[in-house]
C-alpha cells in the first residue's frame, strides 16, 4: 500500500524509475485518499479522476518504453481554483464564477502538464484569495487535517489541506499575502512565494495584480526545488515575468551549498506584541539550531513593517476593486433575468459575491474615490517604497531574514467571525512581503501538540536558492 500522505516527490521519482509503483497505483492511491478525506475536510471543489488515470495510464506505458523519470513526471497534484484550466470548471472559490468554464490554459497549469504533471482537481481557496483561513469559500468551509476544528489558513487552505492528507504529493497555490505560507504554517508543509514574476501569473484570476506570486506548496524543500525548476521562468504571456535558470534542485545538492553559512537577521518587530507565546519559544528554538550549525545571527530592526498592514489593505483592496470590475453577469459568469442592465449588474454582484469581498471591494472603491486617493492609495503607495527601502536597507546586512510565519496557530472554524480584522491582522507577518516584491518560504520549525508552527525565511530579489538552501539544511 503507497502512504501517499507522507510519500514526497522525490521518493515517488524513485519508486516509479524502478519499477516498485506504477504511476496508475500512485494515482489511484491519491484519488483514494481524496475520496476517504473530503467529506471532512472539504479540499477540492473539481476532481478530474478520470482525465488523471487516463494520463498516468499512458505515462506507464512510456515508462516501459523507456522515458526517464525525473521532475514531476507521472506526479499527481492539485491546482489552486485561481487558475484557468481549459475545459475543466474554474470557480476562484466563487458563486458568480461557480459554472465558468476557460478557453484556455494558466501559464502554470501549460507547464506543469508538459511536463508530464498528472491533475486530480483544483482546490478550495477563499473566495478571489479573499481570506487568510479558507472560511470565505461559497464551496465551504475547508477544515485542517491536523484538526479538523481549525482553520488550514488561506487563501490557498484547500491546496494546504490536499497535500497533507495525501490527495496528490504537491500543490500550486497562490500566494498575494501569505496565502502559500499561511496553509504551509499551519497544516506543517514548506509553502512558497516566489520573487514577482518568477513564475508567470498568466491565466491566474487576479486578487492584486502587483502582489500576486505562483508557487508551490509541498512537503519538503526538495521537492518545493523540483516543482520550482518546472514552473519558474519567463513567459511572453505575462510581461512581469522575469528569467530563471532553473536549477534550484541543483543548487542544494551541492556540497558546498550545504556548507554554506549565512547572516541570518533577526527583526525585534516580529518578536513582540501579537505572537502567541508558544509559537515564539518554537521559532527562538529554531534559531537557537541554526546557531548551533555554525550561521551568525544578527538582531535587526525593520521599524516601517508596523505599518505594511495598513498599506498592503489600502493598495490590495484597491487593485481588486478595479480586477472584479469585470464581473458583471454580462460578458461571462453568473446570470440573472432582469429588466434592464443596471438592475442585472447589481443582482449579480448582489447574489455572486462573498460578504468578505463585497467588504474588499467597497474599501477597494473607497479609497480610489475622488478626494479619498490622495488621503489613502498614495499614502500607501509611499509607505511602500518606505518598505523596500527598509527591506534594501536590511539586506546590505543580512543574507537573509528569518521571522515567524504567522503569530498565531491555526485559529477554531468561526473563531473571528464576528471581527474580520482580527483575520486580517493575522496576515501581519507575511504581507508585507508581497508590495517589496521578494521571495519567502514557510518550512515547519517545531509543533505545539498536533499542530504546526511555520518559519518563514526571506531574501532579496531572486534568491530563492539561497532560502531553500538555508531551509534545507534546517529540515536536514
Not at 500566494?175 to 514574476?197: E, H, I, M, Q, W
Not at 538582531?299 to 472584479?324: M, Q, W
Request: glycine letters at 10%; proline letters at 4%; charged letters at 25%.
Amino acid at each position: 500500500m503507497i502512504d501517499v500522505k507522507t510519500l514526497t516527490i522525490q521518493e515517488a521519482n524513485q519508486m516509479l524509475a524502478n519499477n516498485e509503483i506504477t504511476c496508475v497505483e500512485l494515482t489511484q492511491a491519491c484519488i483514494d485518499a481524496i475520496e476517504s478525506n473530503e467529506s471532512e475536510i472539504n479540499a477540492f471543489v473539481t476532481t478530474t479522476f478520470d482525465l488523471a488515470l487516463e494520463k498516468a495510464s499512458k505515462i506507464d506505458q512510456e515508462i516501459a518504453e523507456g522515458h526517464e523519470v525525473t521532475g514531476v513526471y507521472g506526479i499527481p497534484y492539485s491546482l489552486k481554483d485561481a487558475y484557468v484550466t481549459k475545459g475543466i470548471k474554474t470557480t476562484a472559490g466563487s458563486k458568480i464564477l461557480e459554472n465558468y468554464v476557460p478557453a484556455y490554459d494558466a501559464a502554470v497549469y501549460k507547464k506543469l502538464d508538459e511536463a508530464g504533471a498528472i491533475l486530480l482537481g483544483k482546490t478550495n481557496m477563499d473566495s478571489f484569495g479573499h481570506g487568510s483561513s479558507t472560511e470565505n469559500s461559497h464551496f465551504g468551509v475547508t477544515c485542517n487535517p491536523l484538526d479538523t476544528s481549525r482553520v488550514p489558513g488561506g487563501s490557498s487552505g484547500g491546496s494546504g489541506a490536499a497535500v497533507a492528507y495525501g490527495g496528490g504529493l504537491f500543490s500550486i497555490g497562490e500566494d498575494t499575502g501569505g496565502s502559500n505560507r499561511a496553509p504551509a504554517s499551519f497544516c506543517g508543509l514548506v509553502g512558497v512565494k516566489p520573487t514577482y514574476g518568477l513564475v508567470s501569473r498568466y491565466g491566474s484570476i487576479a486578487y492584486a495584480s502587483s502582489y500576486d506570486t505562483v508557487g508551490p506548496i509541498t512537503k519538503t524543500i526538495q521537492d518545493a526545488t523540483i516543482v520550482m525548476d518546472v514552473i519558474a521562468g519567463k513567459d511572453d504571456y505575462d510581461a512581469t515575468s522575469i528569467e530563471s535558470d532553473n536549477d534550484y534542485e541543483k543548487f542544494i545538492n551541492k556540497e558546498d551549498s550545504k556548507s554554506k553559512r549565512y547572516k541570518i537577521g533577526v527583526p525585534e518587530e516580529f518578536f513582540q506584541e501579537g505572537i502567541d507565546p508558544e509559537v515564539k519559544k518554537v521559532i527562538e528554538d529554531a534559531i537557537e539550531k541554526y546557531r548551533e550549525l555554525g550561521h551568525e545571527i544578527i538582531d535587526i530592526n525593520l521599524p516601517y513593517t508596523k505599518y505594511a498592514v495598513a498599506a498592503y489593505y489600502v493598495i490590495g483592496l484597491s487593485e481588486t476593486s478595479s480586477n472584479l470590475n469585470r464581473l458583471d453577469g454580462i460578458r461571462y459568469g453568473l446570470d440573472v433575468e432582469t429588466d434592464n442592465w443596471e438592475e442585472k449588474i447589481t443582482q449579480v454582484r448582489t447574489e455572486g459575491f462573498t460578504p468578505e469581498t463585497k467588504r474588499r471591494i467597497l474599501i477597494g472603491t473607497y479609497t480610489l474615490s475622488a478626494g479619498f486617493a490622495d488621503q489613502y492609495y498614495n499614502k500607501a503607495q509611499k509607505v511602500r517604497e518606505l518598505l523596500k527601502d527598509q527591506f534594501q536597507n536590511a539586506f546590505e546586512q543580512v543574507d537573509i531574514i528569518l521571522t515567524p510565519t504567522m503569530p498565531v496557530l491555526p485559529p477554531v472554524i468561526g473563531e473571528h467571525d464576528d471581527d474580520p480584522l482580527k483575520m486580517w491582522l493575522m496576515d501581519a507577518y507575511t504581507c508585507s512581503i508581497n508590495p517589496v516584491g521578494i521571495p519567502a518560504i514557510s518550512l515547519p520549525a517545531g509543533s505545539i501538540g498536533d499542530l504546526s508552527v511555520g518559519m518563514q525565511l526571506i531574501g532579496p530579489m531572486e534568491s530563492e536558492k539561497e532560502l531553500f538552501n538555508l531551509g534545507m539544511q534546517f529540515q536536514s
